[in-house]
């Protein structure tokens, strides 16, 4: 059985005019019967895609575009165009003919033989005569011969002129002249050689005739000077340059020869290279060069290259190339001689389906080929047909006998046939296109490329269906792919990553890489990756979410406020940084509590004590040791205070009336932030407060230490001698207890200020009565309002006069160690604990060595009876005044008095 | 005739005296002047009389002042006494028989610091709850037991110059055994005074460490092969210096410079010189009587008096002297027994007791010395050796060099250890040439007297000098009126006066020049009336006018 399909238009090949494409070709069963089936097939209008140069009309593809807009024949009145489809044909306007449309149809030139190129003029009233006017480069009767010399190749005032049956041209030199174009010289000046130097010579350089001057002279201007002077009879053969002179002579000018050096060695003055001398001093002399002359080959020998036979000719060379000669031959004759002869072109015939016809300029042939037939030869017959080029395609015939189609767009092959369904109406928007044939009708496949679905490739895929995104992070579909929008914390391509936090990074501030944002302070702690975030797990001493925070720190906070107090952290932490600081931020704790909660926390006098002596009798520690309490050095013990009823006295000098003390200081019970370890010992009057920076001395553990102590009193008058205080009543404010002293005065002036400044007074020192103590929140208040405002002793406001009695003590001291074996460690169990417990216990010694003290007491430097004693001796001796003479004087004045009175009344 | 006499001359003295207000009393021209003028006599003279008081009793308090002086010049270097704190070798104690009875306490003593008691006989057991008790009861019974030893049988027990005293120099020059006093101390054993012998004349012309004494000193609390050699009841390792004048008591046990070993100690010392005013103006004497005098040997000083009246007390209440202190001829020492030791106990400080023991300031009368130099020192520590230094040494009596030739160490570094924990240094230096001379004299004298006196007296009275001899002068005067019975005139009479030819001329002269005065005052009169009448007619005309 059989498929036939049939075209429902007369239009190739779909039915759409000037061969347009159909985008989608229709079928339609038209018949079927046992044998055969026919099918009609055809194209709706709307779907003709044009070719180029074919545009929409009233019918889809119908109206070809202008292609002669601009003239591409010529002139439009000698000239006739037509548009095709992507191209155009000339054709002569009515009543013209030839190549350029120029000659009148029925004139002589209409059929002319002139060459190409030149003109036809014809002869008036006749049809048959002309006359070929030819170009410069043309000649003949039609202008058929070429005129080689119109380029005039030859140089150097050579002649040219064609020789050979005018086949060749030839340049006839001048003298001195040779080569192919007279390009060579004849003749070569070799160079001079350079002699010795001259002296100069005035005489005969004066009286010389050939010579001139030039500022760049140079030895070989010299010698081409010496070869234009020359004739035949006499040659110039010496050349004396002195400076820019040149001298030529037959003989040497100068003879008196000297040395190179200094004037000799002038350079001259167009090439430093050279020599030249110096004119009035040296001379340099040159031998001049020689004329050497190529001979003439052609000249020698007559026979060179068949001249006398007519075959060639001969033309003169250099002695250096091809022996001196070249040789040009007639167009029958060949090779180097001209000796090999060569037949004519058009013998035999090499058209093959033509005539052969000759040019005898050059001995070459051309085909004039019959009808039907093409190439060099004329061995190929035509084969471009109407039917040769299908759907529009220009035929065209090649050398080879074959054609080649020039297909419109669209159509390829070999006789334009094949159709790319794929190469119109883009029928695959995002994927690769493959056609297929089935019969007439051509369609396509579209494989799509990734990230395009449909038909036509025209859906873009939704990668976010399913949702690749993981942790609810947002899916943005893209071009093959997607985008997810992770949340905080969330990393990957698919959001499937958590983004570790626990990483190491470096701390400016401590200078060195931290393992983890936990371990910045907590070396123990574990870091536990989480969404946006992180968990710590922290080591024993550090607490808070990032381990930062000291467990001491945070049970203090705990403790005073009950909760973690976030401006005190940073506090603290300086705390731990610096523990010097903390000496000075502790009172701001304690002094919170009360005397008893303090006394509470400190030591008791069993716990420092083994034993304390005066006068080598040993004391109670209950009844001679008075336990008090300060808010910085925590619980003291005095002995011999002043609350205690008894008063002890020096009754005797040296160590054995002194006090002596056997004491531990207990640092395993040490705060961590102390630095050293001693007794502190005060040495001051009975009624003397001692406060926290009192002048102490340390007594140093497994040892003795001996402090010897001198006492000075002084003693200040006031009233009109100065200003003194008797009592603490006598100023503002004071409230420390005891006796007046300038610095408990100092002190209260200090907490006045604090009070003022931070509302609230330092727990350092005592406080007013009804005053509340600063916290550790307050401590920087304290400090900086401390630090503004200086010492108190330069305020105006405090007023703080020294005591009118009292009493200072002055030191020397001596220290010597326990023995490195005590009688208790040897006869001890555990030699090394006994030791280590002995060297923490010391001794002190405090010995008055003099009972005798000094005293310094102001006396007033004149009193009433020595100013009455000092007053009645200087008037004595200097005007015998005394008492009695100021009355007198007085008498005086009285009677004056009583004489002028009278004198008024009358 | 007679009181008419003596009134003429008071009249006549008082016209002359130079006495204030006698004049005027004299000359007084009514009653009442003349009363006020004597009563401002009697209150000047009551105002004189009551500074003179108070000068009289200002005198005779006889105040005193301290003259300051600061002194540059050339010092003798003061007596530098080193001793050990240990006094005596145990290795010798322990095995030397003379020494029994010391070795016998110290085992006691060892025994009864762990809590095994015995019955002692010097009552160690009595204390066993106080350590202080113990060890003060210990250290009494060991100077008790070395007193009854004699200083012959104590040698082999005592550090010589060469066990104490490895180096020795005085400004960088090399001293030795002869420039030092050898004497045995009761608490310390022998002692090394160095500058002690008058022979010898070491003094320093600049000041500075450099130039002053250097000693390298080794106590030897463990020795060479390792073996304690400190007495038990020692508690310190080191030495017991002392920094004196020439002649004064080195009173060690009571002051005292403590250097410990492993330490260089460098004491500098300034001199302060006191002189005092005897009796009246102060108290100072220059020695006790022979009779109570116990340190006879050594310059008077404070301390040498509270110690005899502490020795004279503790032999009036124990019957037995107390050999930490100097001895009398006819004293007898304590016993090392218990009752002699509780004896001494008794007599330590007890003030608060209802009977507490003697007051030395207040039952010793003593007195301040008129002449004492006073050395204050200045301690300050290094250490020593260094740990890259070598104890090197000139003296092969001793321990020796840190060499690897000395054969009583294996090895350098043992050498290096020991004497850290044996050796020390001391340096004692002058601070400085000059030095504080506090010169006690006479506040008010004599010439103060009379000049506040002449002030006093000129002020009020007006008297001086002349006027005491006016006053004499009267005196004598009046003694020859008495003496002839009032014959001799001074002057003439009254009557005589005017009965003498020159006064009557006089008053003829006077009378004439009264007549002419008058007639002048009648012309001044009236050329007074003239000028009147010219103004008169001055005016008539003005009036025409």
């Not at chain 1, 092959?413 to 019969?439: F, H, L, S």
């Not at chain 1, 990553?497 to 400016?508: H, M």
């Not at chain 1, 004491?663 to 009057?685: C, G, L, S």
Request: charge should be negative.
């Amino acid at each position: 059985q059989t498929i036939e399909y049939v075209a429902a238009s007369p239009n190739p090949p779909h039915g759409c005019p000037n061969y347009g494409l159909c985008t989608d070709v229709t079928t339609t069963l038209v018949s079927s019967t046992n044998v055969s089936t026919t099918y009609k097939y055809g194209c709706a209008p709307e779907n003709c895609y044009c070719v180029d140069g074919t545009t929409n009309g009233t019918e889809p593809c119908d109206t070809i575009v202008d292609q002669c807009g601009n003239d591409p024949c010529g002139t439009p009145d000698k000239f006739n165009c037509t548009s095709k489809i992507e191209s155009y044909d000339c054709t002569c306007q009515a009543g013209f003919t030839g190549e350029k449309c120029d000659s009148e149809i029925g004139s002589a030139c209409a059929t002319s033989q002139c060459r190409e190129g030149s003109t036809c003029e014809a002869s008036d009233n006749s049809t048959t005569g002309y006359t070929c006017r030819c170009t410069d480069k043309q000649y003949g009767t039609y202008c058929e011969n070429d005129n080689l010399c119109a380029d005039w190749p030859c140089q150097n005032g050579g002649t040219c002129s064609m020789v050979l049956s005018n086949s060749n041209w030839i340049c006839n030199c001048t003298e001195g002249w040779q080569g192919r174009r007279c390009e060579t010289k004849n003749s070569v000046l070799s160079s001079p050689v350079m002699g010795k130097c001259y002296k100069y010579d005035y005489v005969k350089i004066g009286t010389h005739q050939t010579k001139y001057k030039d500022d760049k002279m140079t030895s070989d201007k010299c010698n081409e000077y010496a070869q234009e002077k020359s004739t035949d009879d006499k040659t110039l053969k010496y050349l004396t340059l002195c400076g820019e002179w040149c001298m030529v002579s037959e003989d040497m000018l100068v003879k008196d020869d000297v040395s190179m050096k200094d004037d000799c060695k002038k350079s001259c003055g167009g090439d430093s290279s050279e020599y030249c001398g110096k004119v009035n001093s040296r001379c340099i002399v040159y031998e001049a060069g020689e004329m050497e002359t190529d001979p003439n080959a052609c000249e020698d020998n007559s026979t060179l290259c068949g001249a006398e036979l007519g075959h060639g000719m001969c033309i003169n060379w250099q002695s250096d190339v091809t022996d001196g000669f070249a040789c040009i031959c007639e167009p029958l004759w060949t090779g180097p001689d001209c000796e090999n002869p060569v037949a004519s072109a058009c013998t035999p015939n090499p058209c093959v389906n033509g005539t052969c016809v000759l040019n005898e300029q050059y001995n070459k042939y051309k085909c004039d080929c019959d009808d039907g037939f093409s190439g060099d030869n004329c061995e190929y017959s035509k084969t471009c047909t109407a039917a040769t080029c299908l759907y529009g395609g220009t035929c065209t015939e090649t050398n080879n006998g074959g054609f080649k189609c020039d297909c419109l767009n669209l159509y390829s092959g070999n006789r334009c046939e094949e159709i790319n369904r794929c190469n119109y109406g883009d029928p695959c928007v995002n994927g690769k296109c493959e056609t297929t044939v089935d019969g007439i009708t051509t369609n396509y496949t579209c494989t799509c490329d990734d990230g395009w679905t449909g038909a036509n490739c025209e859906t873009m895929i939704d990668f976010c269906t399913p949702d690749p995104c993981k942790y609810n992070s947002t899916c943005t579909p893209k071009f093959k792919g997607y985008d997810c929008t992770c949340l905080t914390g969330l990393t990957g391509a698919n959001c499937s990553e958590i983004i570790d936090l626990c990483v190491p990074y470096w701390d400016n501030e401590a200078w060195k890489w931290i393992k983890s944002p936990c371990n910045s302070k907590d070396d123990m702690a574990n870091c536990t990756k989480k969404i946006n975030g992180f968990t710590c797990s922290c080591g024993e001493k550090w607490t808070d979410t990032l381990c930062d925070l000291n467990v001491l720190i945070k049970d203090v906070l705990m403790a005073i406020y009950g909760h973690v107090d976030l401006t005190m952290i940073t506090l603290l932490n300086d705390l731990m940084q610096n523990p010097s600081q903390i000496k000075d931020m502790v009172p701001f704790i304690t002094g919170l509590l009360t005397d008893s909660e303090r006394s509470d926390l400190s030591w008791d006098a069993g716990d420092l004590f083994n034993w304390i002596a005066f006068e080598d009798q040993r004391l109670d520690l209950n009844r001679d040791i008075h336990k008090w309490n300060d808010v910085v050095l925590g619980n003291c013990f005095t002995f011999n205070h002043r609350d205690r009823n008894f008063t002890y006295l020096m009754r005797r000098p040296g160590r054995h009336g002194g006090i002596q003390a056997f004491m531990k200081t207990r640092q395993d019970e040490y705060a961590p932030w102390y630095d050293t370890a001693a007794i502190n010992v005060f040495i001051h009057n009975r009624d003397d407060y001692v406060f926290s920076e009192s002048v102490r001395y340390n007594a140093q553990p497994n040892a003795q230490s001996t402090i010897n102590i001198f006492m000075t009193r002084y003693t200040r008058l006031g009233g009109n001698y100065g200003k003194c205080i008797k009592k603490p009543s006598e100023v503002k404010n004071y409230y420390y207890p005891g006796a007046y002293t300038t610095d408990g005065c100092l002190r209260t002036c200090y907490q006045d200020r604090m009070k003022e400044e931070c509302n609230c007074m330092d727990p350092r020192y005592p406080q007013a009565p009804n005053s509340t103590s600063c916290q550790l929140s307050e401590r920087s208040c304290v400090t900086e309002a401390s630090e503004a405002a200086g010492d108190p002793s330069t305020w105006s406001s405090c007023v703080c006069p020294l005591p009118c009695s009292n009493q200072e003590y002055s030191v020397t001291w001596s220290k010597a160690n326990f023995v490195n074996l005590p009688i208790t460690c040897e006869k001890s169990s555990d030699v090394a604990t006994c030791q280590k417990q002995y060297k923490d216990q010391l001794m002190v010694s405090i010995i008055l060595p003099q009972l005798d003290f000094k005293i310094y007491a102001e006396t007033p430097a004149m009193d009433f009876n020595k100013f009455l004693s000092q007053l009645g001796g200087q008037l004595g001796v200097l005007m015998g005044i005394n008492v009695v003479t100021f009355i007198e004087v007085v008498f005086l004045f009285f009677g004056m008095f009583m004489v002028l009175c009278q004198k008024y009344e009358k | 005739m007679r009181g008419g006499g003596f009134v003429q001359i008071f009249k006549d003295f008082s016209n002359w005296s130079t006495v204030a207000v006698v004049p005027h009393v004299a000359n007084a021209n009514n009653k009442i002047s003349r009363i006020f003028w004597i009563a401002i006599f009697l209150f000047v003279l009551g105002m004189f009389a009551y500074e003179l008081y108070i000068l009289i009793a200002k005198f005779f308090s006889y105040p005193a002042t301290v003259n300051t002086e600061i002194l540059f010049e050339k010092q003798i270097f003061p007596v530098v006494t080193v001793c050990n704190m240990n006094p005596y070798k145990y290795s010798v104690v322990k095995s030397n028989s003379a020494f029994s009875s010391v070795n016998t306490l110290m085992t006691t003593y060892s025994d009864a610091t762990v809590g095994t008691f015995s019955t002692d006989k010097w009552g160690l057991y009595a204390d066993n709850d106080e350590t202080y008790d113990l060890d003060s009861r210990a250290a009494d019974a060991l100077v008790l037991e070395a007193n009854l030893i004699s200083d012959t049988a104590k040698v082999p027990a005592l550090y010589t110059y060469a066990d104490l005293i490895q180096d020795c120099s005085f400004a960088g020059i090399p001293c030795s055994e002869s420039d030092f006093t050898k004497f045995i101390d009761p608490v310390y054993g022998a002692c090394y005074s160095f500058n002690e012998d008058a022979s010898l004349n070491y003094s320093v012309s600049r000041e500075g460490i450099q130039f002053g004494l250097k000693l390298m000193l080794t106590v030897t609390q463990t020795k060479t092969n390792g073996n304690t050699d400190s007495l038990p009841t020692t508690k310190l390792a080191g030495a017991r210096i002392g920094v004196n004048s020439r002649g004064s008591s080195p009173g060690l046990d009571s002051n005292g410079i403590d250097a410990g070993v492993g330490y260089e100690s460098a004491v500098s010392v300034s001199l302060t010189q006191n002189v005092r005013a005897k009796k009246p103006y102060g108290t100072c004497v220059d020695r006790e009587p022979d009779s109570s005098d116990y340190y006879k040997d050594f310059i008077y000083t404070l301390e040498t008096c509270f110690n005899g009246c502490k020795q004279r007390d503790t032999i009036a209440k124990c019957q037995c002297a107390n050999p930490r202190l100097a001895l009398g001829s006819t004293d007898t020492a304590c016993q090392p027994i218990k009752a002699d030791l509780d004896c001494l106990q008794t007599l330590k400080g007890n003030q608060t007791s209802s009977t507490p023991n003697i007051d030395l300031l207040v039952e010793c009368n003593c007195n301040p010395p008129c002449d004492e130099s006073t050395y204050t020192p200045t301690v300050s520590l290094a250490q020593f050796p260094s740990t890259s230094y070598y104890v090197a040494t000139s003296s092969t009596a001793g321990v020796g060099s840190c060499s690897s030739t000395n054969s009583k160490f294996s090895s350098k570094s043992d050498c290096q250890k020991w004497y850290n924990n044996n050796g020390m240094i001391i340096q004692v230096f002058l601070e400085t040439l000059s030095y504080e001379l506090y010169t006690e004299t006479a506040g008010y004298t004599v010439s103060n007297v009379i000049n506040d006196l002449g002030g006093q007296a000129g002020l009020w009275l007006g008297l001086s000098v002349i006027s005491v001899v006016e006053m004499t002068g009267l005196m004598l005067v009046m003694g020859a009126f008495c003496v002839t019975g009032g014959a001799i005139k001074m002057a003439p009479d009254d009557d005589e006066i005017e009965n003498d030819h020159r006064i009557k001329d006089v008053e003829d002269v006077k009378k004439e020049i009264d007549h002419l005065e008058k007639k002048h005052g009648e012309m001044e009169s009236g050329s007074d009336g003239e000028v009147d009448d010219i103004e008169n007619k001055g005016d008539e005309e003005k009036k025409k006018k």
